[in-house]
C-alpha cells in the first residue's frame, strides 16, 4: 500500500490481526526481507511492515536521511492506520530507526527488538568507514552492493546461503544511489540512545549474532549489561532471519506473547 507523505510515496504492507507488530528492515533492504517471518507473526498478530526512506517503493526525501526523518515516516504510517501502541523490531538500520521513534514517542511503543543493531552511535573509526562506503558506492554502485550484502553473512555461511545472497543482491541493486548515500550520512551522524535501554516503560530485547562480522558481539553484551533489555545471542552472523530464522521466529514469538 502506498501513503503520500510531504509530496512523497511511502510504501508498506498490513497483514493480520491482533497486536500490532511493526517490522523495520535494514540498510539495503527493504520489506520483502521479512517474507520468511510476516505468514507465522501475521497469524495472532498485526503485522506492519515499511518501506523506509529511499528503499524499496518509497521514496527519498532530500540528501540526509536522519533516523529521525525515517522515523517521522513510520510515525506517518502508524497515524494513518490508526495505531496507537505496537511492538517494534527494527533489523540493523531499522534499529536505529526505531530508536529514534522510542525516543520521541516512548508512550507509543509496547515494545523493542533491536535485531542485529546497537543502541550505540558511531564511532569515528566508524564514521569514517561511511565516508568511505559513501566514495566507494558513488565509484561504483553495484560493485559497492555486491561487497555489502555478502559481508554481512558469517564467512562459512556465504557458501550456505549463495542463492539467497543472490537474492537480496537483485533486490539492493534497486536501491537508488541517492537512497544509499542518504541513508550512510543519516546513520553517520545519529545520536547515542543507548539511555533508552534503561529509562523506558516499554519490554526491551536485543538479538545479538555471536559471529556478526558488522556488529562487534562483546560491545553489545557490554551494552546490556545493568539494563532492562534481554539479551538473546544466535550462533551466526548479521543476517539473523536467514542464518538463525527458527530461532529468531522463536524468540520474537515469546517475546510478542509475554508483552
Same mark, same amino acid.
Given at each position: ?16 490481526? $491482533? #497486536? ?15 517474507? $520468511? ?52 523490531? $527494527? ?51 553495484? #560493485? ?46 545519529? &545520536? ?16 545479538a549474532g555471536k559471529k ?13 549489561? &545493568? ?23 522463536? &524468540?520474537l514469538m515469546h517475546f510478542?506473547?509475554?508483552?
Amino acid at each position: 500500500m502506498i501513503l503520500q507523505h510531504k509530496g512523497i510515496n511511502i510504501f508498506y504492507t498490513d497483514e493480520g490481526k $491482533g #497486536s500490532a507488530i511493526v517490522l523495520l528492515h535494514g540498510f539495503l533492504e527493504n520489506v520483502s526481507m521479512w517474507n $520468511g517471518i510476516t505468514p507465522t507473526l501475521s497469524k495472532k498478530n498485526r503485522v506492519i511492515c515499511i518501506d523506509l526512506l529511499g528503499h524499496g517503493k518509497t521514496d527519498c526525501l532530500g540528501y540526509v536521511h536522519s533516523m529521525e526523518l525515517m522515523a517521522e515516516v513510520v510515525d506517518a504510517v502508524l497515524k494513518h492506520l490508526k495505531i496507537r501502541r505496537s511492538i517494534f523490531v $527494527g533489523h540493523s538500520m531499522g534499529g536505529y530507526v526505531a530508536l529514534a521513534f522510542a525516543e520521541e514517542h516512548p508512550d507509543a511503543l509496547k515494545g523493542l527488538c533491536l535485531m542485529n543493531s546497537t543502541a550505540s552511535a558511531d564511532t569515528p573509526e566508524k564514521k569514517l568507514n561511511r565516508d568511505r562506503a559513501i566514495l566507494a558506492v558513488k565509484q561504483n554502485h553495484k #560493485s559497492f552492493i555486491r561487497m555489502a550484502i555478502v559481508n554481512l553473512f558469517r564467512p562459512k555461511n556465504r557458501k550456505l546461503f549463495s542463492d539467497k545472497i543472490k537474492q537480496i543482491r537483485k533486490e539492493a541493486q534497486q536501491t537508488p544511489l541517492q537512497g544509499i548515500v542518504a541513508a550512510l550520512e543519516g546513520m553517520k551522524i545519529r &545520536n547515542d540512545r543507548e539511555a533508552l535501554l534503561h529509562f523506558t516503560p516499554f519490554k526491551k530485547m536485543v538479538i545479538a549474532g555471536k559471529k556478526d562480522p558488522v556488529l562487534h558481539y562483546d560491545l553489545l553484551v557490554e551494552q546490556t549489561k &545493568n539494563t532492562e533489555a534481554k539479551l538473546v545471542t544466535l550462533p551466526d552472523g548479521h543476517m539473523s532471519h536467514i542464518e538463525n530464522k527458527d530461532e529468531l521466529l522463536i &524468540n520474537l514469538m515469546h517475546f510478542i506473547e509475554k508483552i
